[in-house]
């Protein structure tokens, strides 16, 4: 015979430490792990430094270095290359050809001077064939009135002018300016020709019929950036003897 006073106490006490081993025994899914006092320092650098042990390559972001993209295009670019076999990086001709193409990308100083001399070429010839058309579309206005009033003048006299153009020896930009919206580049031709002025009897006055001259002109074009015409136009003319 148990004594009842003695079981009550006793079934209490197995209920109460099957409760406590239910409950402290097992660990949920849900249950924190213990604490670590560096693992988060350990996780806050992988998160700055994007370490992720399960996706790391992913994590790796290259930055570009500070304006390394556009400068190496601009530096690699032709028309970068063009200017500094013209002129010297140090010097003003450089700085003002490279100002310039920074207002106007599409210049390439190459293409210009090809431009420059079929110019020179045709201004040449109609100005000795008294061609104003051909002038007015290749000259600035205070230019043109020039070439006009001389080729008045000498039609006037009786005078005409017999020429061939023989070709350009040596074409090279010497000089450049930007001013405001306005582009200028002054180039240096060295070309041959055979040109004769005749009075109204047919005599020579001025030249060789059969004489090749070497000529050496410095002219000036110019354009506007505002322009949506991409010609250039002679602006200004000086001959070197």
């Not at 990086?89 to 003002?96: G, H, I, M, W």
């Not at 005749?198 to 001025?206: A, Q």
């Amino acid at each position: 015979m148990f004594d009842l006073g003695t079981l009550i106490p006793l079934i209490i006490a197995i209920v109460v430490i099957f409760k406590l081993r239910s409950v402290l025994g097992q660990r949920s899914d849900n249950e924190r792990p213990p604490y670590d006092p560096y693992r988060s320092e350990r996780s806050e650098t992988r998160e700055i430094e994007g370490d992720d042990p399960d996706n790391a390559n992913d994590n790796v972001v290259t930055l570009p270095k500070k304006g390394s993209s556009r400068t190496a295009e601009r530096s690699e670019s032709p028309a970068i290359r063009q200017i500094d076999k013209i002129a010297n990086k140090r010097t003003k001709l450089n700085k003002a050809l490279k100002s310039i193409l920074e207002r106007d990308p599409s210049f390439e100083p190459d293409s210009f001077l090809s431009g420059s001399k079929l110019a020179y070429e045709m201004i040449v010839n109609a100005f000795a064939d008294g061609d104003k058309k051909t002038l007015k579309s290749l000259l600035s206005k205070e230019v043109y009135v020039g070439f006009a009033e001389a080729i008045d003048e000498r039609k006037a006299n009786g005078e005409v002018v017999q020429s061939s153009f023989v070709g350009i020896e040596k074409a090279s930009i010497v000089g450049a300016d930007l001013q405001k919206d306005e582009t200028q580049i002054v180039v240096r031709f060295k070309s041959q020709l055979i040109s004769a002025t005749l009075d109204k009897d047919e005599n020579v006055i001025d030249g060789g019929l059969q004489e090749v001259a070497d000529k050496i002109d410095v002219w000036t074009f110019a354009r506007s950036l505002k322009s949506r015409d991409p010609n250039w136009k002679l602006i200004g003319t000086e001959a070197e003897d």
